[in-house]
């Protein structure tokens, strides 16, 4: 019997370069002040560092806080959030509008530390290859899967196709994307085209202003669900790792810094190669999955073998949710990587330890204390070796210490986009309404990046053991069943054929 169901995804989109912030203005006076921060600030993630602290960590590094577009190191810190793909219609309307009305908008990182800086609502762009090239910028950006877009990528990346696809995706006529965001829903009313404030960033995104069209848009919000983000490393320069985090130089996110040793045009500078995929998630059918497939450990009832299950897919608890909204109708399950790690916690809950930044990621895969070497190779009584966060970010599984085995880190930077689970989708077990992640990574080499960690460690079903299987979350078989181990406490060995698409029985 083929065991069911799940994921998610697919349909996704462009790898679109970040545009250098020197080319900006400093057009702070177009926008209101604000005296509150836009930005969230959860108990389970790091905190960000202050403008001041930021700024000291800048300059012993070199790093210039005001050149680096305010998504890239920040990731993940928003409450609302519009992305608006367009395609340019006219290059050199769109060129002289791009100078004149947008860069004067674009929000950078020491702005957006700086609560008396902030805008109402931030505003980053970010140009795809086939963007720069109908603006005529020549330059060798030398990254292949930029270069190419996702679309070439596509075998890479184990989708199946573009069956799945926003269709808006299947082609070359996305050159580029506008991030807006911000907090209040007061606010949002102002970030598309229509209310009274915020004329500034009306304007801004107004396609017959830019000489361009938006080709799709996608309305993300953390209102319900959970927070992604506890993983994201500590960029050098930036901030101060917390006990687990991993600690990466400048150059692993950022073009023309310390450790990204490719050759970019001056320009590029400061800039980031921003990964996007709309991923859609079943998430009343997952919930069935996990009722109907509890693991039977002794002493756990049959709700808490589903929780243990779903635990154990992402390899943490769904402990830490954001705590700035009044939950109705609490989304009981995401796939996000959030709250305490079951490395930590194998086989209950511990919400304490898992909104505490400290405890929630300081752990390697490795025993108590061990500094060097590598993880146990059989164990997977507190982790499955198929864990989605395990799988994208092995710690001693590839050795201690960390730094010195992978650079493969990004920077995650997505939200939840859709409405909440409706009571009739919930009875029904079936997803009516599109919801799911708008993802978004920040890297300076997705080939190192996003595209590493998806081809060689999430759809690797050898890594990091064989027999591992696929992550259970992300990974893609090219639209067919994935098999997966190490899920079943009380028996590792056991597969679990996950399907995607219909559930099948
Ligand atoms: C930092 O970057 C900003 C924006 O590109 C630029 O105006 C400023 O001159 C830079 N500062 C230094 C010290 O290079
Ligand atoms: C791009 O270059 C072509 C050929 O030189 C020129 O005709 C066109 O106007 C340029 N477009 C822009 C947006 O600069
Ligand atoms: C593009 O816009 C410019 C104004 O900036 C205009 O002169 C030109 O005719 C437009 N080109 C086309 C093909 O519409
Ligand atoms: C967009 O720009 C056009 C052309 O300037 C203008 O007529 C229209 O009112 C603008 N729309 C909004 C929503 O600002
Ligand atoms: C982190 O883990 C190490 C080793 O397990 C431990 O010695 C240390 O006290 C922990 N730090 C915190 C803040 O809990
Ligand atoms: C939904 O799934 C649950 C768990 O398998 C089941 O008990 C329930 O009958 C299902 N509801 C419908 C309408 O199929
Ligand atoms: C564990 O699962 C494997 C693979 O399905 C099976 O061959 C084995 O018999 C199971 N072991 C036990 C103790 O059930």
Same mark, same amino acid.
């Given at each position: 019997?083929?065991l ?6 697919l349909s996704l989109?462009?790898?679109?370069g970040?545009v250098?912030a ?8 177009l926008?209101p002040r604000?005296k509150?921060?836009m930005?969230i600030?959860?108990?389970?993630q ?5 403008i001041?602290a930021a700024?000291?960590?800048a300059?012993?590094f ?5 050149d ?6 920040i ?5 609302k959030?519009?992305?608006?793909f367009?395609?340019i219609?006219?290059a050199?309307?769109?060129k ?10 674009v929000t ?16 980053n ?6 963007g ?6 020549t330059?060798?950006?030398?990254d ?7 679309l070439?990528d ?7 196709g573009?069956t ?16 807006l965001?911000?907090?209040?829903l007061?606010s =949002?009313?102002y ?19 830019l ?6 848009c996608?309305n ?6 959970y927070?992604?983000?506890i993983?994201?490393?500590?960029v050098?320069?930036f901030q101060s ?14 073009l023309?810094?310390d450790?990204d040793?490719?050759? =970019? ?5 400061d800039?980031s190669?921003l990964v996007?995929r709309q991923?859609k998630?079943?998430?009343?059918e997952?919930?069935k ?12 009832t049959?709700q ?8 154990r897919?992402?390899?943490r608890?769904k402990s830490?949710r954001?705590?700035?909204y009044d939950?109705q109708?609490?989304?009981t399950?995401?796939?996000m990587? =959030?709250?305490?790690?079951v ?6 809950d511990?919400?304490?330890l898992g909104a505490?930044p400290?405890r929630n ?6 025993a108590?204390?061990q500094?060097?070497?590598?993880s ?6 507190k ?5 989605h ?9 590839l050795g ?24 009739d989708e ?11 992640l708008a993802?978004v ?8 990046g996003?595209q590493?960690l ?7 079903t050898?890594f ?6 696929f992550d259970?979350?992300i ?5 067919a ?6 899920l079943d406490l ?6 679990i ?5 219909k559930?099948?029985?």
């Amino acid at each position: 019997m083929r065991l069911n169901l799940f994921p998610t995804l697919l349909s996704l989109e462009i790898c679109a370069g970040i545009v250098s912030a020197a080319y900006l203005n400093d057009a702070r006076s177009l926008q209101p002040r604000r005296k509150t921060s836009m930005l969230i600030d959860p108990a389970a993630q790091p905190d960000l560092p202050t403008i001041t602290a930021a700024t000291a960590a800048a300059n012993a590094f070199d790093l210039n806080l005001s050149d680096i577009q305010g998504d890239i190191l920040i990731g993940m810190k928003k409450k609302k959030e519009l992305f608006f793909f367009f395609g340019i219609s006219n290059a050199t309307d769109f060129k002289k509008k791009l100078k004149s009305i947008v860069l004067p908008l674009v929000t950078n990182t020491a702005q957006l530390l700086d609560v008396s800086a902030q805008p109402q609502t931030a505003l980053n762009i970010a140009f795809s290859q086939t963007g720069l090239s109908a603006l005529n910028v020549t330059d060798q950006l030398n990254d292949s899967p930029f270069s190419g877009g996702q679309l070439q990528d596509i075998a890479n990346l184990n989708d199946p196709g573009t069956t799945n696809w926003v269709p808006e995706f299947v082609g070359t006529n996305i050159h580029g994307v506008i991030l807006l965001a911000s907090d209040t829903l007061a606010s =949002r009313k102002y970030i598309p085209f229509k209310g009274q404030p915020g004329q500034a960033t009306r304007r801004a995104t107004n396609a017959s202003i830019l000489a361009a069209e938006i080709t799709h848009c996608v309305n993300g919000f953390v209102d319900f669900g959970y927070l992604d983000g506890i993983s994201n490393p500590a960029v050098q320069g930036f901030q101060s790792p917390l006990p687990g985090q991993a600690v990466v130089p400048a150059g692993e996110i950022l073009l023309g810094e310390d450790g990204d040793d490719v050759s =970019r045009p001056a320009w590029a500078k400061d800039g980031s190669f921003l990964v996007f995929r709309q991923l859609k998630q079943l998430v009343p059918e997952f919930n069935k999955f996990l009722t109907d497939n509890p693991i039977r450990a002794p002493a756990l009832t049959a709700q808490e073998g589903s929780e243990l299950l779903g635990a154990r897919m992402i390899g943490r608890w769904k402990s830490v949710r954001c705590e700035y909204y009044d939950l109705q109708t609490p989304l009981t399950v995401d796939f996000m990587d =959030r709250g305490a790690p079951v490395f930590l916690a194998p086989l209950v809950d511990d919400p304490v330890l898992g909104a505490d930044p400290t405890r929630n990621n300081n752990f390697t895969y490795g025993a108590p204390g061990q500094t060097t070497g590598t993880s146990s190779a059989t164990d997977q009584s507190k982790c499955p070796f198929s864990a989605h966060i395990r799988k994208t970010r092995p710690r001693a599984d590839l050795g201690l210490p960390e730094s010195s085995s992978s650079n493969h880190h990004i920077v995650r930077g997505g939200i939840p986009y859709g409405p909440e689970v409706t009571a009739d989708e919930a009875a029904s077990n079936a997803t009516e309404i599109e919801r799911g992640l708008a993802f978004v990574s920040y890297q300076s080499n997705i080939g190192n990046g996003f595209q590493f960690l998806q081809r060689f460690w999430a759809d690797n079903t050898r890594f990091i053991h064989s027999g591992v299987g696929f992550d259970p979350i992300i990974g893609a078989n090219q639209g067919a069943p994935r098999v997966v181990t190490g899920l079943d406490l009380t028996n590792v060995s056991r597969p679990i054929t996950l399907t995607t698409g219909k559930l099948v029985l």
